[in-house]
């Protein structure tokens, strides 16, 4: 502050907040230097059938990777870019890298369904469904193979605007899916007012809901509500194999975890989808014998 500015007021320095002032605004000046050089990444976490094991789908998840061979998490980043603005090129940045991906993922598995992660910034920036329709143009991608995670606490922000969005989403081909479902304070709100094909169940009450009776209360009933609202639905957060067990008892149709695998790289990820196509398959003939 200049010496006529600080006469007119006190300016209290509180050092710890200026650091983190300070260390905010250099993630964000990297991070934007990031996403111009397009340092960012995705991983892709498989999604399979219960029953089967076949694969059903893979979720997009961003990694932002650094010199120093560290990674940094989208919960570090994604908060920071909704703050600031970013969430437009962000998003833009998702989608295109993500539709350059299916293009050579859907030749490994062509039925496969991409899930991709929107924040609710996205629904109030106009673009996102004119950058949708061009990408889709662009990388000659089929929407029926794309689907979009919206969390309950997001959609409940902007009600009408999350409506007018996922309708249109789905006019244009596209499925949407409600992620974390049952964390939020709205849950059957939601699928009430929301044309919802899906819901991922949070993994907060999957991970352990073989043997917590809580957890198994609200898994059950998440299962028996999305059935009789024609909803599918996914259990994120399988860790182990007595949870995949008590799922497919159950009857749950798709599970997501670290059970089944981890985020991978799109060159790990076909390959793990090879791998698990070609045991599928040695499996079918030795059956057909
Ligand atoms: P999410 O959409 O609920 O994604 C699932 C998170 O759970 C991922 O964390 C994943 O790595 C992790 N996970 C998967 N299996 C397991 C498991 O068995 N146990 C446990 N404990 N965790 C598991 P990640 O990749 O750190 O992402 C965190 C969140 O960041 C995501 O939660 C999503 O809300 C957000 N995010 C990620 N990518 C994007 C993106 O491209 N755009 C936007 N807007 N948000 C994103
Ligand atoms: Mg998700
Ligand atoms: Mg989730
Ligand atoms: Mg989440």
């Not at 969005?165 to 049952?182: A, H, N, R, W």
């Amino acid at each position: 502050y200049s010496a006529k500015h600080s006469r007119q007021s006190i300016v209290i320095f509180d050092e710890e907040l200026h650091e983190g002032v300070e260390a905010e605004f250099q993630l964000l000046t990297n991070l934007k230097t990031a996403l111009a050089r397009g340092e960012l990444t995705l991983y892709y976490q498989p999604i399979v059938c219960t029953q089967s094991g076949d694969i059903y789908g893979v979720e997009a998840l961003l990694r932002w990777p650094q010199a120093d061979g560290t990674v940094i998490m989208p919960d570090k980043f994604i908060t920071l870019a909704e703050r600031n603005n970013l969430i437009k090129q962000l998003s833009a940045f998702v989608i295109n890298r993500v539709f350059q991906d299916l293009v050579i993922l859907l030749e490994v598995h062509s039925s496969l369904e991409v899930h991709i992660n929107l924040s609710c910034q996205d629904f109030v920036e106009q673009n996102l469904i004119s950058t949708l329709a061009m990408l889709l143009d662009t990388h000659q991608i089929d929407p029926k193979h794309v689907v979009f995670e919206l969390t309950e606490s997001t959609v409940m922000q902007e009600v009408e605007k999350a409506r007018s969005l996922i309708e249109t989403l789905i006019e244009m081909g596209f499925s949407v899916s409600i992620d974390d479902f049952g964390t939020g304070f709205s849950s059957f709100s939601i699928l009430k007012e929301l044309p919802i094909s899906q819901i991922k169940i949070d993994g907060s009450f999957v991970s352990l809901s073989h043997e917590s009776e809580k957890d198994q209360a609200i898994v059950e009933t998440s299962m028996f509500l999305a059935r009789k609202l024609n909803c599918s639905i996914v259990a994120e957060g399988v860790e182990s194999d007595a949870c995949l067990q008590y799922l497919s008892r159950l009857g749950c149709p798709y599970i997501q975890g670290f059970q089944i695998c981890e985020p991978l790289s799109l060159s790990e990820c076909i390959k793990w989808m090879n791998s698990r196509l070609m045991v599928k398959g040695a499996m079918k003939r030795l059956d057909g014998r």
